[in-house]
């Protein structure tokens, strides 16, 4: 009787050979429908925005507003796990509690902080405390889910043994619930990093507050399509940028979880 092997991973040079494929493929298709459908409502070709990109990038305006959403995001996404990591531990700790707090979770994370926008614009003004509460109504939530499943799926045996060795509350916090829940506690962040920045931009682009999204409005209020999507482009690489920093972070953190040994964590 044949033993069948397990499939084998791509090797990390096919791996990025593949990726560098799918990136040149990208490339082409966009030209295409650059200098095909898309000619004409003025769709830029990758050339077109990497003229504009060099004229544009350099200058200390585009590196300023960059840090502004930059800064907007990350101080919006500190607030938000302050909030919800507590809030997670404390409603993941007690079934009772998860169970009677299930409505008001769904409720909120299904409320688009967006639509909140007129009102928290009369509160706050266009100011970046304006980003700030938008990103924490809206990035708290993948932080709180995600934290209170992680702790409320810890096994019953190694709670028992933190009982049984009559572990200090910090102790069985340390080497038994943390250990288990940061690799959800992880999903979550990278989830509420990414709703931070897409808060961040969109408050500055409907608020008028310095940032890119208020480069994007100029840009679109002056009919500028190379710029406009120079500015879309330069938003969705910080996601990316973004994404890679907590990758990264995972890595460090987690390094004998088995989803970073294997590469999963990507």
């Known amino acids: 009787m044949t033993r069948t092997q ?13 990726r560098l494929v799918a990136i040149i493929v990208a490339l082409v298709v966009w030209h295409l429908f650059a200098i095909g459908p898309g000619s004409s409502s003025g769709f830029p070709t990758p050339a077109d925005l990497l003229s504009e990109a060099r004229d544009v990038v350099p200058t200390g305006e585009y590196w300023g507003n960059i840090a502004t959403s930059v800064q907007t995001a990350l101080l919006g996404l500190a607030l938000a796990t302050l909030v919800g990591l507590p809030l997670g531990l404390l409603i993941g700790s007690n079934e009772a509690t998860r169970r009677s707090t299930q409505l008001v979770i769904d ?16 509160l706050f003004g266009a100011t970046r405390t ?47 619930v943390a250990p ?30 310095d940032g890119l999204g208020y480069l994007l409005l100029q840009a679109m209020q002056l009919n500028d399509v190379d710029r406009a999507f120079l500015f879309a482009f330069s938003a969705a690489l910080l996601g990316l940028v973004l994404n890679l920093l907590f990758v990264l972070l995972q890595r460090r953190v987690l390094w004998w979880h088995s989803s970073v040994r294997t590469g999963d964590a990507l």
């Open 6 to 18: 397990p499939p084998q991973a791509p090797s990390r040079s096919r791996r990025l050979l593949l």
């Open 107 to 122: 409720f909120g994370r299904t409320v688009p902080a967006i639509a909140l926008l007129p009102l928290f614009l009369l």
């Open 130 to 176: 304006l980003g700030v509460v938008l990103i924490l109504v809206s990035a708290v939530w993948p932080v709180i889910i995600q934290t209170s499943y992680a702790v409320g799926q810890i096994s019953p045996q190694l709670k028992r043994v933190g009982r049984a060795y009559h572990l200090s509350r910090w102790h069985r916090l340390r080497y038994i």
């Open 180 to 209: 288990s829940m940061f690799p959800f506690v992880f999903a979550g962040l990278r989830i509420a990093a990414t709703i931070s920045l897409l808060m961040a931009i969109s408050s500055e682009f409907l608020g008028g507050t």
